[in-house]
């Protein structure tokens, strides 16, 4: 009998599997020790859960995008916003296609109307264009404070507005050409007014820079009355005269001329009280014969800190006269004084040259140093409206390279150059000089005498002097013809060692004034008037010895 095999072997796999299943349904818990059977969800319901978990998300994300771009331009900025973000409104009334110009501009050509219609006598028409023009003056302000430019909305009203009152302003014969010629009147008019108010200002502060206060010409009286009431001080002062440290060469020499006492006290107790070693510095100080004896009875009756101080009058320079100075014989012309001094007003002048320190052979003396001092080989030369804060010593060690003059230039302004001194018109100014040469400044000056013996620095100066005998090459004053005699003779000095401007300029740095060795109260502005600026009267008034009976008496703080 022939067996299907095939048949035979699925017969015994189908007996197989029912024996493993009846096997592992035999091997399986009781019912009492099963866990209880957990329902899951099929796959399909996650894969449906999830899809839309995915959407969700996705909406969330472009929704809140959505948000973010229409809530960002309306977005109330901080004040920091603004100040960093916001508009800038002066491009924005610049700009030819703004709202802010248009109203910008009517409130230009209303203004004009205003005054023509008030010339006019038509107080009806000049009262609404003011109106219109106040209401444009508001709305560029609020547009100024929000950051945002002026809309179609908000402008066209004010446009509207005050274009009918200009036609109408038109229509009354207020034509342009009305309007220009009005306008350049005004225009000239005000120009005039302002130059006026302009010199008669700086006459008036000029006039009050001059003018000696009671409170000083107080105490010159006072001292000048001890100095011919007491015998002693004229004995004392004629020993010291001979006094062998006046022409030590081993010591420091400052020289200072002025007929300002308490300006010259200042400058003296200062340099002394920054000093290193007071008692190896000598001042010598030369003033005129109204100051001479108060400034002996001064200097004598006050401690230096243990200095010696010298005091001359220039009256006793018999070899100063017109016969050997150019500027003497020019300063006693009476054609220069009448220029300088004259009661007519030369629109063409300057203000400032009509200044008796001009015309006092005191401020020309530095150009004389070695006549006034033919032993000393080195001095410092001291202005009277600086204030020393540091040591002054080491000038005397500084190598000047050959040059006569060390000076602190001042040519980091642009206007400190030879061209703004000179006249550069001429030709004897423009070939021998580079007008773009950096000027200096006069205050604080390290002059060395050797030198300038060798390279005959005061005969050139008189040279320039009388060159000028017709003020055609610089106006009256020291510094134009100190720019010429010094020209290649100059040394700069560290910008640290003399600081100017405490006379007229009110922003100095004070890292700078602090940092300096030397402050100068250049200008008007002086510290012993009232006119002084506040800030730094200060610097200059503890130098002041208010504690002597002439100054409690005379000067009220």
């Known amino acids: 009998m022939l067996i299907d095999r095939p048949k035979l072997i699925r017969y015994h796999e189908k007996l197989r599997w029912g024996e493993d299943r009846f096997l592992g349904i035999m091997r399986r818990r009781a019912a009492e020790f099963r866990r209880p059977v957990r329902r899951r969800f099929s796959y399909w319901i996650w894969g449906l859960l999830g899809l839309f978990s995915v959407a969700a998300l996705v909406m969330f994300v472009v929704h809140h995008n959505h948000e973010d771009r229409i809530e960002q331009p309306i977005r109330v900025k901080s004040d920091e916003q603004f100040h960093h973000e916001g508009l800038n409104f002066t491009e924005e009334i610049l700009s030819v296609t703004s709202f802010a110009r248009q109203l910008s501009d009517q409130m230009t050509l209303a203004k004009a109307y205003v005054i023509i219609a008030k010339e006019h006598n038509n107080l009806q028409l000049a009262w609404e264009l003011s109106s219109k023009i106040r209401n444009c003056q508001l709305l560029l302000s609020k547009a100024a404070m929000r950051g945002k430019p002026i809309t179609l909305d908000e402008a066209q009203p004010l446009v509207k507005g005050i274009s009918s009152l200009i036609y109408k302003a038109q229509d009354a014969h207020y034509d342009i050409a009305t309007t220009i010629i009005t306008m350049k009147s005004h225009i000239q008019a005000i120009e005039e007014r302002a130059n006026a108010a302009t010199v008669q200002s700086t006459a008036f502060g000029q006039l009050a820079a001059e003018m000696l206060p009671k409170n000083l010409h107080c105490l010159n009286i006072k001292l000048t009355a001890d100095w011919h009431r007491k015998p002693i001080l004229r004995e004392v002062a004629a020993e010291k005269k001979n006094s062998p440290r006046l022409v030590d060469n081993n010591l420091y020499h400052f020289c200072i001329f002025s007929d300002n006492l308490l300006a010259t006290s200042a400058v003296v107790n200062s340099t002394v009280s920054n000093a290193d070693h007071p008692k190896q510095l000598v001042f010598h100080i030369v003033t005129d014969g109204i100051s001479y004896g108060a400034m002996q009875t001064w200097f004598l009756g006050n401690d230096f800190k243990g200095s010696t101080i010298e005091i001359?009058?220039?009256?006793?320079?018999?070899?100063?006269?017109?016969?050997?100075?150019?500027?003497?014989?020019?300063?006693?012309?009476?054609?220069?004084?009448?220029?300088?001094?004259?009661?007519?007003?030369?629109?063409?002048?300057?203000?400032?040259?009509?200044?008796?320190?001009?015309?006092?052979?005191?401020?020309?003396?530095?150009?004389?140093?070695?006549?006034?001092?033919?032993?000393?080989?080195?001095?410092?030369?001291?202005?009277?409206?600086?204030?020393?804060?540091?040591?002054?010593?080491?000038?005397?060690?500084?190598?000047?390279?050959?040059?006569?003059?060390?000076?602190?230039?001042?040519?980091?302004?642009?206007?400190?150059?030879?061209?703004?001194?000179?006249?550069?018109?001429?030709?004897?100014?423009?070939?021998?000089?580079?007008?773009?040469?950096?000027?200096?400044?006069?205050?604080?000056?390290?002059?060395?005498?050797?030198?300038?013996?060798?390279?005959?620095?005061?005969?050139?100066?008189?040279?320039?002097?009388?060159?000028?005998?017709?003020?055609?090459?610089?106006?009256?004053?020291?510094?134009?013809?100190?720019?010429?005699?010094?020209?290649?003779?100059?040394?700069?000095?560290?910008?640290?060692?003399?600081?100017?401007?405490?006379?007229?300029?009110?922003?100095?740095?004070n890292r700078l004034i602090e940092s300096a060795a030397v402050i100068h109260f250049n200008g008007n502005m002086k510290p012993w008037l009232k006119l002084a600026i506040g800030r730094y009267k200060p610097l200059w008034e503890r130098y002041v010895n208010h504690t002597h009976p002439y100054i409690q008496n005379c000067i009220t703080r």
């Not at 020393?388 to 206007?415: R, Y």
């Not at 720019?483 to 100095?508: A, K, S």
């Open 312 to 509: 001359q009058n220039i009256e006793e320079f018999s070899w100063l006269n017109a016969s050997y100075s150019p500027v003497v014989k020019q300063l006693l012309d009476e054609e220069v004084r009448a220029y300088y001094f004259g009661t007519s007003q030369d629109p063409k002048g300057e203000t400032k040259f009509r200044n008796p320190k001009y015309l006092s052979l005191l401020n020309h003396l530095r150009f004389y140093i070695p006549e006034i001092y033919p032993l000393l080989e080195k001095v410092v030369f001291l202005d009277d409206d600086i204030v020393v804060q540091k040591d002054l010593t080491p000038l005397f060690s500084l190598d000047l390279h050959g040059n006569v003059n060390g000076a602190v230039e001042t040519c980091l302004e642009a206007f400190h150059r030879y061209y703004k001194y000179l006249n550069f018109s001429n030709p004897v100014i423009s070939s021998k000089f580079d007008p773009q040469a950096c000027g200096w400044a006069f205050g604080l000056n390290v002059f060395d005498l050797i030198a300038w013996k060798k390279a005959n620095v005061t005969q050139r100066y008189h040279y320039w002097q009388e060159q000028n005998g017709d003020r055609t090459l610089w106006k009256l004053g020291t510094l134009p013809p100190g720019l010429l005699t010094f020209y290649g003779l100059t040394e700069p000095l560290d910008r640290r060692w003399h600081v100017l401007g405490l006379g007229f300029d009110m922003n100095i740095d």
